[in-house]
């Protein structure tokens, strides 16, 4: 199964200012988060940002503010309370009035709704607590969850690499920024790929 940008939104857990410099190879891990976000915003994927306890973090770091589209705070450990609501399609409106009642050849057609983006990009810290738990909560809501690993980090290598076996253990795929960049394109006919590209290299 591969990604598909029209399917997808990007979450990128606490990416905070006093967390990040404790996080193991921080420069890669912000850098492949800056790089995801960018990519998103290109192929007008949504992103999404989080803040765990933004009192005693501090906020997003802000080579990220710009490319993310909303940055939602929280202070329990998982983000799928706050997401939730966000990343699920908005439902479909009915119709109101007697339309009903009306001739089929009347009425005027439905508009579609909005198609399900249900593959859940997720990035971000720490591996082994907030983006564990927001993962393995939003499987436990029937969403495709995608870890682009090299976008994520923890304090220490050991917890990082232990949320991943977790991870994949439950369901989830392990993916690399430049899966995402290059599924999400699909082609090289892309109108985006050049830019991309540019992204990546």
């Known amino acids: 199964m591969l990604l598909d940008a029209q399917e997808s939104q990007l979450v ?15 420069a890669a891990v912000l850098a492949n988060a800056v790089r995801l976000a960018r990519i998103a915003r290109l192929l007008d994927v949504p992103c999404w940002g989080t803040e765990e306890n933004p009192a005693g973090l501090g906020p997003t770091v802000p080579e990220l503010l710009p490319h993310v589209d909303t940055v939602l705070p929280k202070m329990v ?4 309370g706050v997401l939730l609501p966000r990343l ?4 479909r409106e009915q ?4 339309a009903r009642s009306l001739p089929k050849h009347l009425r005027k057609p439905a508009a579609a709704a ?11 810290c720490e591996a082994h607590v907030c983006l564990l738990q927001t993962a393995l909560d939003l499987l436990d809501e029937e969403l495709d969850v995608w870890i682009v690993t090299d976008a994520c980090g923890s304090r220490t290598e050991r917890n990082r690499d232990a949320a ?22 699909r082609d090289a006919g892309h109108p985006r790929f050049k830019d991309v590209l540019d992204l990546v290299r």
């Open 77 to 80: 450990f998982s983000a799928a």
């Open 164 to 185: 991943f076996d977790r991870l994949a253990g439950a369901g989830c795929e392990l993916v690399t920024t430049e899966m995402v960049a290059f599924e999400w394109l």
């Open 114 to 124: 909005a198609a399900p983006r249900e593959s859940i990009v997720l990035a971000g």
């Open 88 to 91: 699920r399609a908005p439902a």
């Open 95 to 98: 119709q109101g009035g007697n």
């Open 12 to 26: 990128l857990v606490d990416c905070q200012q006093r967390l990040m410099p404790a996080v193991h190879e921080a």
